[in-house]
């Protein structure tokens, strides 16, 4: 593993049991052995994932079915009592993605899909094989198998104890098998996982110490940034000249109430596409859009509540014509399952070619052609620097087909990639208009616009850096939690009560919030901003190749001015 400073990664223990997931710790975690030496490797690097399951590289209609019974046979020789049942999501994507390639993504077309559940296949359920040659639009079924994943559960014999994954995954790489790996958990790239400073901890103390750092007026324990504010500027969001608005896609906690997005043809929030469950199972629970509030007992809002509107208020405020589509796949928390994420961008991706290939305008429950992928999330690796992965794979299909993808750097002041920001090409890269659209990587900036913020991770693979640090976006006007003033008192002569500001009192509609995942849109919708004014002069078709020139030249001109 390359020489990187090493992540320092904590989850409390709630939000780990909300996932069934566990933390690696590189200082208690068996270390894997050279299979030729039979020497003790270095420690691996801090992860966070899940328990009971492992992903197997490919379509399960593809190639994942055989390399699930090679794992099986590997697993029983090595002595663990332990069944492998492919998750029946994957089963039922296959059968997906041959009704949108034969409908043409017809809208309506998948509404057997919308009720699709994750759990262990039946043994005896069959697997829909698919045709590796099969064309969705400009990529192939085989193009699709290098990008994916497949869910399998670990089901324990009776009366045996439930492995760690982390022992089985160095069982199959003790035999060679290099297409297996951990499902992790995905963090978010701001708004919650901070850096804890000299002194370790979930969350940056700023100068003061303490759990949380509240930028102007947080208080420790309730209201992590997210101070409420005032903004005096009016709705930024107008219509551009083009044929078609720039789509920016955001998947992320949702898109809550607010003026800025309610009844706009500009903003969708979309919890299916073409029949397809975005977050199988249904939205995210509890709704973080909604009240935001996770623990009724104490009614405080969770830590990453109104990260999506947030978020979705930074790309309006760079790209007033842009088309923000919401797709709710992080929960509260800000966490999600890999598996659930890329399986949504996989779908995405479908549709994107299936649109583009038919020259399509809308984006609806149907999907459509996608300019700009937001990703304001992300994941630390067991192995640190990880140079090949199916979801680099899978954002490579999208820089081919002309979609720009951005991706926040993390908070946790390290040199460890977090991905797939750790993908992205380094500062100063030759963009060429013939080639796929790279994916590009934020780190944060200070107010002054000069200084990266303390929290922010560094590599080589952090691309540039945008505003980070107590940005001012959009919350959801449903925000007001248990948090109450600090002090209030009746008015004088019968006038309004006085008070100090309630901290989680956002009806508002705005607030103040830090991290690497609101320096990410604000890039994006600089991206989406440039594109529109692109078409603007010379509205072109949706063509792969028209779309990486136009995608290449914004993404030059905007490096070039940092």
Same mark, same amino acid.
């Given at each position: 593993?390359?020489?990187? $400073? ?41 992860? #966070? @994932? ?26 029983? $020789? ?58 969705? *639009? ?9 990008? @994916? ?8 014999? #009776? ?6 994954? %982390? ?7 003790? #035999?060679?098998? $290099? ?15 901070? %850096? ?6 979930? @969350? ?8 949380? %750092? ?45 003026? %800025? ?78 598996? !659930? ?19 399509? $305008?809308?984006? !609806? ?50 040199? /460890? ?26 780190? #944060? ?45 009746? *008015? ?23 991290? /690497? ?46």
């Amino acid at each position: 593993m390359p020489d990187v $400073e090493p992540v320092d990664l904590h989850l409390p223990g709630s939000l780990l049991r909300r996932h069934d997931a566990r933390v690696l710790d590189p200082a208690t975690a068996p270390r894997e052995a050279d299979p030729r030496s039979g020497t003790r490797l270095p420690a691996p690097s801090a992860t #966070a @994932y899940l328990n009971t399951r492992l992903l197997v590289a490919g379509l399960l209609g593809v190639s994942a079915a055989d390399r699930v019974d090679e794992l099986q046979r590997v697993l029983r $020789e090595a002595g663990y009592a332990v069944t492998l049942r492919p998750d029946a999501a994957d089963e039922a994507f296959g059968r997906w993605l041959l009704l949108a390639v034969e409908s043409g993504a017809e809208p309506g077309a998948g509404k057997g899909f919308e009720e699709v559940r994750g759990g262990p296949m039946d043994p005896d359920d069959p697997v829909t094989r698919l045709d590796p040659g099969l064309r969705v *639009g400009s990529v192939s079924v085989a193009e699709l198998d290098a990008g @994916y994943a497949s869910r399998v559960y670990v089901v324990p014999d #009776a009366r045996v104890q439930e492995p760690d994954p %982390w022992s089985l995954l160095l069982a199959a790489r003790a #035999a060679g098998l $290099e297409d297996v790996d951990l499902e992790h958990l995905v963090l978010p790239g701001g708004g919650g996982f901070y %850096w804890g400073g000299q002194g370790g901890g979930l @969350y940056w103390g700023g100068q003061g110490g303490g759990l949380y %750092w509240g930028g102007q007026t947080g208080v420790p324990g309730i209201a992590p940034d997210r101070a409420p504010v005032q903004l005096a500027l009016p709705d930024p969001t107008r219509a551009g000249r083009a044929r078609r608005a720039p789509v920016v896609v955001v998947p992320d906690t949702g898109l809550g109430e607010h003026p %800025w997005f309610t009844g706009s043809d500009l903003a969708l929030q979309l919890r299916s596409l073409l029949g397809w469950p975005v977050l199988p199972g249904g939205r995210p629970a509890p709704w973080p859009e909604g009240t935001g509030v996770e623990d009724e007992l104490t009614g405080a809002l969770d830590l990453l509540s109104g990260h999506g509107t947030f978020v979705a208020g930074v790309v309006r405020q760079a790209a007033a014509g842009a088309r923000i589509v919401a797709l709710p796949v992080l929960d509260s928390a800000g966490l999600a399952a890999e598996q !659930d994420v890329t399986r949504t961008l996989a779908v995405l991706l479908v549709l994107h070619h299936l649109h583009q290939d038919q020259g399509r $305008e809308d984006f !609806d429950e149907a999907g459509g052609v996608v300019d700009v992928l937001n990703l304001s999330l992300g994941f630390y690796h067991q192995d640190g620097v990880v140079p090949d992965h199916p979801v680099r794979r899978l954002l490579d299909l999208f820089g081919r087909a002309g979609v720009a993808v951005v991706a926040a750097a993390g908070n946790q002041a390290t040199t /460890t990639p977090m991905y797939p920001g750790g993908w992205a090409v380094g500062p100063g890269t030759v963009l060429d208009t013939d080639q796929p659209v790279p994916l590009v990587c934020v780190g #944060a900036l200070n107010p002054d616009g000069r200084t990266v913020a303390m929290f922010s991770n560094a590599g080589p693979w952090v691309t540039t850096h945008r505003p980070g640090v107590n940005v001012v976006s959009t919350l959801p006007v449903t925000f007001d939690a248990s948090a109450q003033a600090d002090r209030s008192t009746p *008015g004088p002569h019968g006038g309004p009560d006085r008070a100090t500001p309630d901290p989680d009192d956002l009806r508002g509609g705005f607030g103040v919030w830090s991290g /690497t995942s609101f320096a990410a849109p604000w890039l994006a919708g600089q991206l989406a901003a440039d594109l529109a004014a692109q078409r603007a002069k010379d509205d072109l078709k949706d063509a792969p190749e028209d779309m990486r020139r136009r995608a290449a030249e914004a993404l030059r001109r905007l490096l070039e001015e940092t």
